[in-house]
């Protein structure tokens, strides 16, 4: 099992950049695909990103895609999500989930496809 934990949230102003951290507990994390959603006020949690075990294969939303870097360093057992050009439309809470799977190269893009959840980190940015 792993325990992702998010990080590096916070207020920025627009066109402004941060990056989110997903830690995450035990041996393992190089068997997790890892995506990163979020969730504004009154939406649904949608996904942002993702990457597959080895970080072969990445996918972007429509409306992050060009602004926003997903990685991962598996020596590390974290995950990263680099959001650049940040827009109003960008504040909401962020999660980093996982799951645990056999194949090297696939991307999961559902909420149900992933076994293990962060508690979200907050980012706000003002216009």
């Known amino acids: 099992q792993v325990q992702p934990v998010e990080s590096g949230g916070g207020l920025v102003q627009a066109g402004g950049s941060l990056r989110l951290s997903c830690a995450a507990s035990g041996r393992t994390f190089n068997s997790y695909a890892v995506g990163w959603f979020r969730q504004a006020p009154g939406k649904e949690r949608d996904l942002v990103a993702a990457i597959s075990r080895r970080g072969g294969n990445t996918y972007y939303a429509d409306s992050v895609k060009g602004r926003f870097i997903i990685s991962r360093d598996n020596a590390k057992n974290t995950a990263y999500l680099q959001m650049n050009g940040l827009k109003p439309e960008d504040t909401a809470v962020y999660y980093c989930?996982?799951?645990?799977?056999?194949?090297?190269?696939?991307?999961?893009?559902?909420?149900?496809?992933?076994?293990?959840w962060g508690q979200g980190t907050q980012v706000t940015v003002s216009s």
């Open positions: 989930a996982a799951h645990v799977t056999f194949n090297y190269n696939r991307i999961y893009y559902q909420e149900s496809d992933y076994d293990y």
